[in-house]
């Protein structure tokens, strides 16, 4: 007899634990700590160069420590308490925020400058997500992890509106300094509020005899099931074709849209507003049995909706576009991510985690191609090329993967996932 498609579930139902509601709302202050950040550097970079390729080459740098970092920070979240990890990670942004907003303060800031401040913060921002994301299915339990990720990913949505909606006013009235402030002052407060997290502890498991031991068991894993090579192959393909639209919106704000700092901020939190229209709805899915042809669906949507954002040249055109993406987007990563998470025995969780979290990088090339193009050809006219790109790469990506499921001759354990309905349904 099959599973239903669909376990009903409260759309709320995992707040009722109280150490997922610490995580939930300390990660909506560090959110808004980034979102305020993305856009302020964003405007930053392009008052002083003009330039795309090198408004892509800042954006680029925040996420390019995930390569190097992150299959280490992996190992660091399967061996030592992930508590102390995630506070420590914490203090270190929120004074690195402090001195490079007195830098800014000061008038002293550079390219060179806000490029080291991209990496750096970068590096700790790689670390910090790794650890939440291993978190999390620690503190509820499998029936609510969908609500559970939906959730947090909706509360960093409405970061993501107030976040960038509330940098563009203040880069207009008091400045870009302002917002680095803010954004110290984010990471404090959320800190305090991490203090009496109870994380359980991980279970005893024999560790590699080195570092690089632990790393090769962790990719081993992970190449070993296809379930979880799925979901990192979709992970690359969205950050590598789709995220990169995220460095170019001011460069598109300025020359296709033709607005300022406070556009920009609307275009960002549009975004916003459709990623937590989306992650309400999937919080209400309860334990959903066709997460495969969700995650498909969603990007999909977000590879479609970039598209239509190269073809918008006005405001209201822009925001429906932007709407429809973020919706997409979210939808993609929080259903992506809840499959991952499913799939993974607790003793791998950092490593795998940190695996997907080095598909971030690929928003390097992705960025710094994309920025190349739109310097030559126009920033709308790559926008629609990518979205299209992206659309293709997805649906081949899906349609290799079912074929290699039909063509396998499942065994029993295999049977039994998808009785459960863990993939491909």
């Known amino acids: 007899m099959k599973a239903s498609v669909i376990r009903p579930t409260s759309t709320f139902s995992s707040l009722k634990h109280r150490d997922f509601r610490i995580i939930l709302i300390t990660s909506f202050f560090a959110s808004g700590a980034q979102w ?3 856009i302020t550097v964003g405007w930053l970079v392009y008052q002083l160069t003009e330039s ?20 280490l920070a992996g190992v660091a979240v399967d061996r030592l308490d992930r508590r102390h990890i995630l506070i420590g990670t914490e203090a270190c942004l929120a004074v690195l925020s402090a001195l490079f907003a007195v830098t800014v303060a000061l008038g002293y800031v550079d390219i060179w400058q806000i490029f080291l ?6 590096a700790g921002n790689s670390m910090n997500n790794i650890v939440r994301q291993s978190i999390i299915p620690n503190l509820v339990p499998g029936r609510e992890l969908l609500n559970a990720i939906a959730l947090y990913s909706s509360l960093s949505s409405v970061s993501r509106i107030l976040g960038p909606a509330a940098g563009g006013v203040l880069i207009a009235t008091l400045g870009p300094a302002a917002n680095f402030f803010l954004q110290s002052a984010l990471y404090f407060g959320f800190l305090l509020m991490l203090l009496p997290l109870r994380v359980p502890p991980i279970p005893d498991r024999q560790p590699a005899v080195s570092i690089a031991g632990d790393l ?9 099931r296809k379930e979880i090579l799925y979901q990192l192959s979709m992970s690359f393909v969205a950050q590598l074709m789709i995220m990169p639209y995220a460095a170019m919106l001011p460069a598109y704000a300025e020359e296709v849209i033709h607005t300022g700092p406070e556009g920009l901020g609307l275009l960002y939190g549009a975004a916003g507003f459709g990623a937590v229209a989306a992650t309400l ?28 954002l190269g073809l918008s040249a006005v405001m209201y055109l822009a925001l429906v576009a932007m709407v429809l993406l973020g919706a997409g987007q979210m939808a993609l990563f929080s259903s992506n991510n809840t499959m991952l998470q499913k799939h993974l025995p607790d003793e791998f969780r950092g490593r795998v985690t940190a695996l997907n979290q080095v598909g971030h990088s690929f ?3 992705g960025s710094l191609v994309v920025g190349a193009l739109a310097e030559m050809l126009g920033v709308g006219l790559v926008l629609v090329g990518v979205g299209l790109a992206a ?7 899906s349609a290799i993967f079912r074929e290699r499921k039909e063509q396998s001759t499942p065994s029993k354990g295999q049977l039994a996932a998808t009785e459960l309905g863990e993939f491909d349904r």
């Open 117 to 122: 401040f991209m990496f750096v913060s970068g």
């Open 36 to 38: 305020v950040q993305q």
């Open 52 to 71: 795309p390729f090198l408004l892509a080459l800042a954006m680029s740098l925040k996420v390019l420590p995930a390569l190097f970092i992150g299959p």
């Open 216 to 224: 090769v068991e962790g990719v081993r894993h992970a190449l070993a």
């Open 391 to 397: 659309g293709a790469a997805i649906s081949g990506l």
């Open 363 to 365: 928003q390097v090339p």
């Open 281 to 308: 709805f999937l919080a209400s899915l309860g334990d959903f049995r066709r997460m495969r042809w969700l995650v498909m669906g969603s990007g999909l949507l977000a590879s479609a909706s970039l598209a239509f």
